[in-house]
């Protein structure tokens, strides 16, 4: 129902935070574990009463996404509670990259290197605290791999037992980042949209009774993770937004998200307001969102996923409609690359910059490659291209191996041709 007087301590336990309201009506709720608006099932959203935020307050902050606990629905004391503390990850400098693609200036926001090796880190660790205020004694979620991963590491940090849900045929070392803490780990036999759909079951039936799906009953709180990504980039920056920006697309919480931790900024007086362009990206083999996108509708059609970047391989995603909207409102657009091409610059990014990118990172680095050799992004603004997650947990995608193998001489070196 509608808001009532919300008790002191949770008003507390979310810091900056006051409420949930619906993204499609606007209709507000007391924090707590919802996700769907009772009047329309809109996706339902943190909402903030933000206090004076300043620059040099978040700079004298942790080296994590917990300086900016200010802007987070999380409690003023959250860096000392046990987490895994993610975040500020590095934006390289891209210049030899930049130069291959023919860009002025180009950064990759490089997450890989998060506790688990992907930009999951980031959500979990926003649902992990909205799990310990509701007193849920079970993390789970359903997941295209690294969410598993990152639930089930911050579930053993911070004490949660942990029951996560994946498609069967993931990559091995998603399946093994997933298990090795300890929780368990159910492989559904179907594709994503399938765990999805259990998971929504099991979230209305006694057995899920105790449960915080990060990804769905926590989503709210979840999705907030994703602002940290949006204020790293414009802190690194030196307090500026970017100009243009490639981001991959799963559900399109990520995108959705970023987008509305730089419209924050704005909105706080921490950064200037200046116009930037978001371009999304998925691989063709799951591309709902840049086929409405290519085609002008505004609802989104579903697919069944058939790609190797599986860490994106939702087929029916949740914020579709909102991605279409914020690459309309901010002149970006949403494309596709096929596998081959995700391979090709998954191999690009690592040997022009030495960042190995899972596959969701050939798809920005494909998408953005793209876009320059059509014409459709501005080769003289200042680019940022995100890497959400590591390759080594999807190696079996690159072909890459050693040179030679000799015998331990200089003869057989040298005779090996290699000089
Ligand atoms: C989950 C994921 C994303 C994006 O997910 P959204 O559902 O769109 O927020 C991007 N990259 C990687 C590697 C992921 O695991
Ligand atoms: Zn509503």
């Not at 959400?388 to 690159?398: I, P, Q, S």
């Amino acid at each position: 129902m509608a808001i009532a007087a919300t008790e002191p301590s949770t008003v507390r336990a979310f810091g900056p935070a006051d409420a949930l309201s619906c993204r499609e009506c606007g209709e507000r709720y007391d924090l707590t574990p919802k996700f769907a608006c009772e009047f329309c099932f809109g996706p339902l959203e943190v909402a903030y009463d933000f206090g004076d935020v300043s620059r040099a307050e978040i700079e004298s902050g942790p080296a994590n996404i917990w300086r900016y606990r200010s802007l987070l629905p999380v409690p003023p004391n959250v860096a000392e509670l046990p987490n895994m503390n993610p975040g500020l990850t590095p934006l390289v400098k891209a210049d030899r990259l930049a130069a291959e693609l023919g860009l002025d200036s180009l950064y990759v926001k490089d997450d890989s290197g998060n506790p688990t090796h992907s930009f999951k880190d980031r959500v979990v660790a926003m649902a992990v605290e909205a799990a310990r205020t509701f007193g849920f004694t079970t993390l789970s979620c359903s997941s295209t791999g690294n969410l598993a991963g990152a639930v089930g590491a911050a579930a053993a940090r911070a004490g949660f037992d942990s029951c996560v849900f994946i498609p069967a045929g993931l990559e091995e070392a998603k399946v093994v980042m997933a298990a090795v803490y300890g929780g368990k780990v159910v492989a559904i036999d179907g594709n994503y949209d399938d765990v999805n759909r259990f998971c929504s079951e099991l979230i209305g039936d006694p057995a899920g009774e105790g449960w915080g799906f990060v990804n769905v009953n926590l989503r709210p709180y979840y999705g907030e993770g994703s602002k940290t990504l949006a204020y790293e980039i414009a802190e690194q920056l030196g307090w500026r937004l970017p100009e243009q920006i490639v981001i991959p697309i799963a559900s399109g919480s990520q995108l959705t998200k970023i987008d509305k931790g730089f419209q924050e900024l704005i909105k706080i007086g921490l950064v200037e307001n200046r116009p930037y362009r978001i371009f999304g990206a998925q691989a063709t083999g799951c591309s709902p969102v840049a086929r409405a996108w290519e085609a002008g509708h505004d609802v989104i059609q579903p697919v069944k996923p058939d790609t190797i970047a599986k860490s994106l391989a939702i087929g029916n995603p949740a914020d579709g409609p909102y991605v279409l909207d914020i690459a309309q409102r901010t002149g970006g657009s949403v494309e596709h690359v096929s596998d081959a091409e995700v391979v090709d610059s998954i191999n690009l990014l690592a040997r022009t910059e030495g960042v190995f990118a899972e596959t969701a990172g050939g798809v920005t680095t494909g998408v953005l490659r793209k876009l320059v050799r059509e014409g459709r992004i501005d080769p003289k603004a200042e680019t940022v291209v995100l890497n959400t997650g590591d390759g080594l947990k999807t190696l079996n995608a690159v072909e890459a191996g050693v040179t030679a193998t000799i015998k331990p001489s200089l003869s057989a070196f040298t005779d090996a041709g290699l000089l």
